[in-house]
């Protein structure tokens, strides 16, 4: 099988971080983007190089799923830790784990602290858990990589506690841009839904009570969704299974064929298999298809299940994400649910990285009125945002004449180079949330950047390589920004070294005045 040009840079970035040292690290791909094909290509790789392979799920069907999709990929067969079947003096060199059976202590007696060359965890934001440790722990000389649809946990431990590294990331709107992933519209009900009473449990509201909360709003849902998805292929999370039964049944009496599918659902594969082919256009469940099921021809997702955890959000979502022949889009139905919470992921959640675009986006979507494409929707809020963080930037700048400082503060800097991603910046590894060292802070102001405000080793680190780029691109200093920004020229940050070495020049040679001719605000100097 040959792979797609990102999932080609994922497996040399993967191999890349090890062969730097980097024993443990992490790649990120969207749901529907083929992160199995790619962790089957990087297993094959470390086959070929005479090593064992571990990988590691915590769900029976997800160790199938890594089976087959091996097997199809790459012609490599695998041995089985789990229950009664076990691994060694198997011929395999690849061997698929379930967590809960190789965290026995009794379990990882069997076998040699080095067996495994390689340990790769599937659904790696479950890694976090003692039981995974255990594990890790045990194997501490394998290289380690952890595979996940997104990198962050509801009880907000950060992955960057296990993992060294972040290898590869590839984005929910990079896929849909490059055509890996359908496009998204969000239409919000106007159906508030209060949730206000419903307690949390392990970073996440508790099911039982939200299965409560939901009961009364049941009907007006099934009305709402008769308006927008008649004929959608949908598939519903719900809190409880008799929730899910409950709501199923409603929808049938709204003239929708649905089903319900659970846990203990003996017809579970035929229901599912029906669904497939057209039997019902509806199928409720409760978390019970977040993980390890796949139907590319959903094309509308209803989230009843409100949650805190961006990671289980995109992993409901991601059920309707991927391409199929006559899908336009994934219709996604978010609800004006009432909380005194404000973590409760909304369609925002699946692309934006900064809360205030989030913030933008959702009242958006809420006033729109009509399903709108989330890219669309995320980049209007972001220009909005950027609009008043200029504005407020002008009038701290305002304020801060007075101090006539020498350094041009960071925030500045981001704006004048148009930096978004300096400004946007959050730690994810534990060396990057440190303190900034004292020769981060020395060298910073040395180059003309105010330290004070740079709270963390990441970002001080991510302006100081900034800096040697520009220096590099022959782009402005600091101190060149500082002096001709406060006298009203605009975005110095683009402009070349050269051309602002020049202007400089002509001020001084004018008594430090503007010359004649001159408009600052209207000036280009790119």
């Known amino acids: 099988m040959e792979l797609r040009p990102y999932q080609n840079e994922a497996k040399d970035a993967v191999f890349n971080e090890w062969s730097n040292g980097r024993q443990k690290t992490l790649l990120v791909l969207p749901t529907g983007c083929g992160k199995t094909i790619v962790f089957a290509k990087i297993t094959e790789q470390c086959v070929n190089q005479g090593e064992r392979v571990l990988i590691l799920a915590h769900r029976g069907e997800l160790l199938e ?46 076998f040699d602290r080095d067996h495994f060359d390689t340990i790769i965890i599937d659904e790696a934001h479950h890694c976090i858990s003692d039981s995974y440790q255990k594990i890790l722990d045990y194997f501490d000389n394998a290289n380690v990589l952890g595979v996940t649809a997104t990198p962050d946990r509801g009880d907000m431990k950060n992955l960057g506690t ?176 009432q909380t005194e919470k404000h973590e409760l992921c909304r369609p925002a959640c699946l692309i934006c990285e900064k809360e205030e675009v989030a913030q933008k986006m959702t009242e958006k979507i809420e006033n729109a009125g009509i399903p709108i494409d989330i890219e669309e929707a995320e980049q209007e809020a972001e220009n909005d945002v950027v609009s008043q963080r200029e504005e407020a930037l002008a009038q701290a700048l305002q304020a801060m004449k007075a101090r006539k400082r020498k350094l041009v503060d960071p925030l500045q800097f981001e704006m004048s180079i148009q930096a978004e991603d300096l400004a946007g910046y959050v730690p994810a590894f534990g060396w990057e949330m440190m303190p900034p060292s004292d020769r981060q802070l020395h060298t910073l102001e040395k180059l003309g950047i105010f330290p004070d405000e740079i709270e963390c080793a990441g970002k001080a680190a991510k302006i100081l390589d900034r800096l040697d780029k520009r220096r590099r691109e022959g782009l402005t200093t600091p101190k060149q920004i500082r002096f001709l920004e406060s006298r009203g020229f605009q975005h110095v940050g683009t402009w070349q070294f050269e051309t602002a070495r020049h202007l400089i020049d002509r001020i001084a040679g004018n008594g430090w005045r503007i010359p004649n001719g001159i408009n600052p605000a209207e000036y280009i100097g790119a």
């Open 162 to 337: 296990v993992f060294e590294s972040l290898a590869y990331e590839y984005t929910l709107p990079k896929a849909i841009k490059e055509g890996y992933l359908s496009p998204i519209k969000a239409l919000t009900i106007p159906l508030k839904l209060d949730i206000t009473a419903v307690a949390t449990q392990a970073g996440d509201y508790k099911a039982n009570d939200l299965g409560t909360a939901l009961d009364p709003y049941l009907y007006q849902i099934a009305d709402e969704m008769a308006k927008v998805c008649m004929n959608r292929k949908t598939v519903v999370f719900l809190p409880l299974v008799k929730t899910s039964q409950k709501f199923r049944d409603i929808l049938n009496e709204k003239g929708f064929c649905a089903a319900e599918v659970n846990g203990e659902s003996a017809d579970r594969t035929q229901v599912l298999d029906d669904f497939d082919n057209g039997t019902y256009n509806v199928l409720c469940n409760s978390m019970l298809l977040t993980e390890g099921w796949d139907c590319p021809s959903v094309d509308c997702v209803v989230v009843l299940r409100p949650t805190k955890v961006r990671s289980l959000y995109s992993q409901m979502v991601g059920r309707g994400t991927r391409l199929a022949p006559g899908k336009d889009y994934l219709l996604l139905l978010d609800f004006l649910w």
């Open 65 to 110: 799923q890594a089976s087959d999709k091996l097997y199809k990929v790459t012609g490599l067969r695998t041995a089985i830790e789990k229950a009664e079947s076990t691994c060694i003096n198997s011929w395999y060199r690849v061997t698929v784990g379930s967590v809960q059976t190789l965290m026995r202590e009794k379990r990882l007696n069997r």
